[in-house]
């Protein structure tokens, strides 16, 4: 079920490093995501870690949400999602023609730019908010902020988003935003411990504000979240399957444990052995040198 594509650059010189990556099974936008552990970058806003450029990134259009947007350029985003063993990391790339911030602060920011990450760590899809469900509402306003002491909104259940400990970075991009973030995977509401085939509940959303005062647009990756009830119905997630997979490794003294990984999943999945390029990966070598 799982399919394994090798990724390999042998570079023509010497001082640069050999890469061995792997893209795993993306899951199915608005139905489940497959988070490859372990795996880890670092918090910063700068989204090159390779394990950005490995993850897979689902895109949600602006047209996908209970309030499009007029184009993908007006808004749309796309997101990835890895861990390790403290960390559910979660990427956006948010394309926004107008960023709106600092009118709506606090457990208020889902009226301005913010996206918005949604937990079920027990995976109870119940109909309202038990201790390991929340929201986490990222804004806008933290461009520039403290990446260890960010702003965040999702005043909502009973672990609510600013006590989940999640740490972010936002930054301005060439076509709109982006957030890098971190959610523990252990605190008051919940103690995740990612295995192969552990599924949460998850969620993504964008609220796209731009000129102020209500939010414009509602971006939604779920496709169970018909009417935008993610803030109080866990049930209407969608899901998030936990997938041990190292995605890059780049140190040359790390090449014979990249085979040992190779000769596993060949063994895993018999009639699979056949490896390819990835265009995702076309589409990404460039930057890895940058
Ligand atoms: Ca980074
Ligand atoms: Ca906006
Ligand atoms: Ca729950
Ligand atoms: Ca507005």
Request: proline letters at 4%; hydrophobic letters at 35%.
């Amino acid at each position: 079920m799982k399919r394994v594509v090798l990724l390999t650059i042998l570079c023509v010189v010497f001082a640069c490093p050999t890469i061995v990556g792997w893209a795993i099974d993306p899951g199915e936008v608005g139905v489940n995501y497959n988070c490859a552990f372990p795996n880890s970058v670092k918090v910063d806003g700068n989204l090159k870690d390779l394990s950005w450029q490995f993850a897979p990134w689902h895109e949600v259009p602006h047209d996908k949400g209970t309030a499009p947007a007029p184009s993908d350029k007006d808004a749309s985003y796309s997101f990835a999602v890895v861990a390790d063993d403290k960390w559910l990391y979660v990427a956006f790339k948010v394309k926004d023609d107008k960023i709106q911030k600092d009118g709506d602060v606090g457990c208020d920011v889902w009226k301005d730019d913010s996206v918005e990450i949604y937990i079920d760590a027990g995976h109870e899809q119940a109909g309202s908010y038990d201790k390991n469900d929340a929201q986490i509402t990222i804004g806008a306003d933290n461009i520039g902020g403290d990446i260890n002491k960010p702003k965040l909104g999702g005043c909502v259940g009973i672990t609510q988003g600013p006590t989940t400990g999640t740490i972010a970075a936002v930054v301005t991009t060439s076509d709109g935003w982006a957030v890098e973030a971190a959610v523990p995977l252990k605190n008051a509401g919940w103690d995740i411990k990612p295995k192969d085939g552990l599924v949460i509940g998850f969620n993504t959303h964008f609220n796209d504000d731009d000129d102020g005062g209500a939010r414009d647009h509602k971006l939604i990756w779920s496709d169970k979240d018909v009417a935008d009830r993610s803030w109080t119905d866990p049930s209407v997630y969608a899901e998030l399957t936990f997938v041990e997979e190292k995605l890059a490794v780049s140190q040359k003294n790390k090449l014979a444990t990249s085979w040992g990984w190779i000769k596993s999943s060949m063994k895993k999945e018999p009639g699979k052995e056949t490896y390819e390029r990835s265009r995702s990966f076309e589409k990404n070598q460039s930057s890895l040198y940058h």
